[in-house]
Structures are given as C-alpha cells and as structure tokens.
C-alpha cells in the first residue's frame, strides 16, 4: 500500500463490537502512514477528544524514525493482556494470578495488578483486559478498587472512551449474601456503557456452589481463550505451553552475604513513621492494655484491647475499623524454615524474573527469611487449588506427587474439600503432610506458592473525645474444633491476644545474698513498683538450700515458654562464664520438652534457632 492510499472506516449505528473492530482498522490506517489529519480524527463521530489526542500522538511518535510496522506491532500484534483484580481476602488474587499463568502459556505478555495499583488514566490504551472483582459487605468494592470504582464511575467520562478495549469480567462471590457478585455485574455494565467490548458474557462463581467457584471460573476459562486465540493467534512457529513445563518464577531471591542485623528495611521503617498511615505504610502502636473481659470459665475469650497511636495522626468516627497486620506463631516460623531447610538468618534482595514485574510492596529490601515467613507468607491459610497445582512440580516422591495432582485436577476438587477446606488445614500442616516435597520447594518459588497475610479489620470500641491518642478495639480471639485433633484458630485473634503489654520486661536475678550483693536493688524496686517489670530473684545462700537462676526457670517454665513461643521474647543472659550458662541452657531445654512437648534432639535445635535469631545471646566473664 503507497503513500498516496486512504483508508476510510465507515460505520452506521451498529453495535459495540463492530465499532471496536472499527477503531482497530483506523489504527491500521494511521500506522501504514494513510493521510489522516488531526481534524479529521476529532470530528470522527467514533472518536472522543481524549482518544482523538491519543492517536494522534501515535502518529507523531512513529516520525520520529520508527517505522509504521513498530507502530502496528505495538498496537495490534504485541499480544499483550492485562489482567486487573479487585480481591479482599485474596481469592481474586489468585484466579488472576492463575489466568496470567495461562496467559503466558499461550505467549502473551500479560501483567496482573491489581486495580488500584494500575494507572487507570493508561485504560484508554489497553486492546485487551480481563477484570477479576470479588464483592464485600452489602455490595462494596474490596479495598483495593476503590480508588478506580470511583473514578470508572464519574459522570463527565465519555460515553466510547474505552471503545478499542475488548474485555472480559469475572465475578467472585457468594449467593447467601443479597447482593450476590454485585461488583462484577455493576463493572460489566459499565464498561459497556463506555463503549468497551465485551468477549464474554459477565461470569458469576459461587462459593457456595457444591465445587466452590472453580464450578464456573474452569468452564469460563476455556471460553475465555476460546474467544481471544482467534482474535489473538499464536505467533508463527509457536504453540501453547503444556502442562508437563514449569513457567518460572515471578521472583529470584538473591542471597547476600551480610549479617541479618542490616535486613529487614530499617530505614524504611524510620521514614514509614514520618507518614500518614496506610496499608502499605502501617504505624507501629504500642499496646497498652490486652485485659480478658469473659471469665476464665467462659467458653469465649474475648479481649479489650488498647493501642497507644500518639504520634501517628489517625483521627477515627463511630463505625471505622482498625486494620491490623499480623504475623505468624513463631513455633510455626521454625517448623516451616525446618520443613523446607532454610536458614532464618539469611538475607536476600528480591529481584522480578521479568522486566516491569513490580516488587511486593510489603516486604523490605533487602530482607531476612525470618521476616518473610513470619511477617509476609501466610502459612496459617487454608491452601487453594494453585497450592496444589504448583507444589506438584517440585515433588521427588512419586506418591506424593501423584496425590497433589489430584488434588489440583478438576476431578479432584470434591476429595480436596474434604482433605483440606472442610476441616481448615492450614498451609504448614498440609507441608508436614507432603515432607519429600516440602524440603525440595525452591526457595524463588515461595512468593508463587504461598500468598500474602493479609491485614484484618476490627471495629474500633473506643472514641477519640474519650480517649485522645488512645484506640480500643474488642476482639474474640478465634478457637473451634474440626475433626482434626489440633484446635484451629484465628492468626489475628490469636496473636493479639498473646501479647503482654509488659512483654520482655521480666528479670530473673540472681546472687549470694539478698543483703549483701543485690545489685541495682533500688532500681529494680521501683521498675516493679511502676508496673515497668516482673522481678524473679534466686538467693543461693539466704537458705540451707542452693536457689539458682534455673531454679526459677524451672518454676515459671510456662511463663517462659509462653513468653518464647507466642511472644517472641528475646532472652539475655549475663553472669558468671563457669557453670551459669550450661545450667540455664539445661533449664531451658527441659523447659522446651515440658512445655513445647518437643524431642531432647528437637529442643536443642529450638534453643541453637534461638541463637541464629539472636533472640538467645550471653555475655560472660570468667
């Protein structure tokens, strides 16, 4: 076609679908170089100014010594998708992250973001986007939509400024509640009415169907290929990746070679105080008050909790929510880093395996495998079908391998239920099930496997005329039974509740005699006075008997081992190099066996873990 051609794109009323294909031919137009003026587009009845201006910029740039057919490959043969998710509770997430997988399979160049972390002005520009939409409450958007359901929803938006987009939407929701998958049936329409391009009626998964939502999200993702290949085809010489090959992983963790001390994003945190709270800037508030409001005999532990949050700037109303962000047991931090044979105390920088893949905002750079597991992998979930599906390719046992592929089949979807939704098996439990493939997971896959702890809300009991710089939430902490013989238990609940105000305020002290060379008596006196401390003393010779510091070890071994496992209490001690710290070591361990009912062999590893941590160091003298 010469210099001298034109393409004229002529249309009557027709529908959506024969306007787009329209737009599509006029950016042929523009990128084999058809004589096409400014004007021309701003007066096309097709066109609103906003995507006038746009093409024309297209047009401009491609003067600038690139070719026409670099244009027309951007624009149509880049085979590019974006797959947007609006998720609370991480399902959405998922089943994006999964149509992404799928995409690269059929060699697409697909990000998946989720929608308030996409730059909604770029949606003119997008040929092909796939929209994952959970709903909450009374047919809200999840928290990270909100920003772009307000802004897809303005009023003075053109009625065809999306009209070269075709898109699919996916709703995820449940029919108990009364408006069932409203978010998904509202976008839908939406983009319609901006003159986007439907592939695909809106799909509506139902949790409570029978096989959950993967009942309807299977059969719409074959559809959903089914619909885009023809428009998209594969590249010359190109076919769909199998499911016999490994895609690699969306991250590389780069181990580096110093100490801990300097992981784990201090200055990150120093800088996140000095702005306003979010979620991805949290204020660290000081706990205050943990007071059980239930009696001890009450089936119900419920706990009034009260956070000092002077300095942090959060102003709240009667019927706001307090996000928290919790972080797992630490028992559970050491029998996952055990299970899988990492090292706690190594430091990694997190690098994406391809160009453009933003890192998780969540995690510091550089970090430790201490603080991604216990602050950012979310262990204590029960494990979807992706879990599965991933965790089968890395399976050295021939048993093992074929039971996670059952379990990640469509066939298998009923015995998953049963092994794993039904009765809430955690993520480390299932592990501890498959042990030949836990210990053989590659470390970059972790961040594909396992997803994010997500931050819980909790109505706020308190007010600000009543308690200036001070919030109070009222919480129950989660416990039930299923028919495993563990209780389940809520992570949030759970770890809140295990918190002490006065944590790592404890001393046990020891030494000859209470009269003659009770160091710093005053001083400890007052700290306990204050309610600052909790004060253990061993006064070897006030009595016929010898009383020493593991002595009182022994006594509050519950305390102590309460303090460890749910508190992570760090212990120093400092004394005599002689015998003082093997016997304290012994009190230890026998502590750990009694308390932790663990092995001699594993409550020497907990207290050598303790040591690698740091949360166990000794200074002694001779």
């Not at 979310?378 to 050295?396: A, H, N, Q, Y």
Request: proline content about 6%.
């Amino acid at each position: 076609m010469g210099a001298e051609h034109c393409i004229a794109v002529l249309y009557t009323n027709c529908n959506v679908s024969v306007r787009s294909f329209a737009f599509k031919l006029l950016i042929c137009a523009l990128c084999l170089n058809a004589p096409v003026t400014k004007e021309t587009l701003a007066q096309a009845p097709l066109l609103t100014v906003p995507v006038a201006e746009y093409l024309w910029e297209r047009r401009r740039v491609s003067h600038r010594g690139r070719s026409h057919s670099e244009i027309l490959h951007k624009q149509m043969a880049e085979r590019r998708l974006l797959v947007l998710f609006g998720s609370q509770t991480g399902t959405a997430q998922d089943t994006a992250e999964r149509i992404g997988r799928e995409a690269k399979r059929r060699h697409f160049r697909c990000r998946v973001e989720a929608l308030d972390s996409y730059r909604v002005a770029q949606l003119i520009q997008e040929l092909l986007v796939v929209f994952v939409c959970a709903t909450t409450g009374q047919g809200d958007p999840p928290d990270n939509m909100k920003n772009f359901w307000r802004f897809i929803f303005r009023k003075n938006l053109p009625p065809a400024s999306l009209c070269q987009m075709d898109y699919a939407v996916l709703g995820l929701g449940d029919s108990s509640y009364p408006k069932f998958n409203f978010v998904a049936k509202k976008l839908h329409k939406r983009l319609q009415q901006l003159g986007a391009s439907p592939i695909l009626p809106v799909a509506l998964g139902d949790d409570q169907h029978d096989l959950g939502l993967d009942a309807v999200v299977d059969p719409w993702l074959l559809d959903l290929w089914g619909r885009i290949l023809p428009l998209y085809p594969l590249p010359p010489g190109l076919g769909i990746i199998g499911p016999d090959v490994l895609l690699p992983s969306k991250f590389t963790l780069h181990f580096l070679e110093e100490h801990s001390s300097g992981c784990d994003g201090g200055q990150s945190r120093q800088e996140a105080a000095r702005q306003a709270p979010s979620e991805l800037r949290p204020f660290a508030a000081q706990m205050v008050s943990n007071q059980r409001v239930t009696a001890e005999s009450h089936f119900q532990d419920v706990r009034l909790i009260e956070f000092d949050v002077t300095g942090s700037g959060i102003e709240y109303q009667a019927g706001d929510v307090l996000m928290v962000q919790p972080r797992n047991a630490p028992e559970d931090v050491q029998q996952f880093c055990q299970l899988l044979r990492l090292d706690p105390e190594r430091c990694f920088v997190l690098k994406p395996s391809e160009p453009g893949t933003p890192l998780p905002a969540h995690l510091p750079q550089p970090c430790t495998i201490q603080h991604l597991v216990a602050c950012y992998l979310d262990i204590s979930c029960v494990p979807r079908r992706s879990f599965f599906e991933l965790l089968s390719w890395f399976s050295p046992n021939e048993l093992e391998r074929e039971k996670l592929q059952e379990f990640s089949s469509a066939q298998g979807q009923e015995e998953l239920c049963s092994y794993c939704s039904r009765p809430r098996r955690t993520t480390l439990e299932v592990l501890c099930d498959f042990p030949h493939t836990a210990c053989a997971v590659p470390v970059d896959y972790l961040l594909d496997i396992i997803p994010r702890i997500q931050p819980r809300a909790f109505s706020i009991a308190s007010s600000m005329l009543a308690l200036p710089n001070r919030l109070q939430i009222l919480l129950a902490v989660v416990q039930y039974k299923t028919r495993l013989s563990k209780p389940r238990r809520g992570l949030c609940s759970t770890w809140l509740a295990s918190l002490n105000p006065q944590q790592g305020n404890y001393l046990f002290f020891g030494c000859r005699q209470k009269s003659k060379d009770f160091y710093c008596r005053a001083e400890w006196q007052e700290l306990v006075k204050s309610g600052h401390l909790t004060l253990f003393t061993a006064f070897s010779r006030d009595q016929e008997e010898k009383i020493y510091v593991q002595h009182r070890i022994r006594e509050n071994k519950g305390l102590v081992w309460d303090l460890l496992s749910r508190g992570n209490a760090h212990i120093y001690l400092a004394g005599n190099a002689k015998q003082m710290p093997a016997a304290v070591a012994e009190a230890l361990k026998s502590m750990f066996q009694l308390e932790g009912d663990l092995s001699p062999s594993e409550a020497e590893e907990y207290l050598t873990a303790l040591e690698r941590s740091h949360r166990f160091q000794m200074e002694t003298w001779s």
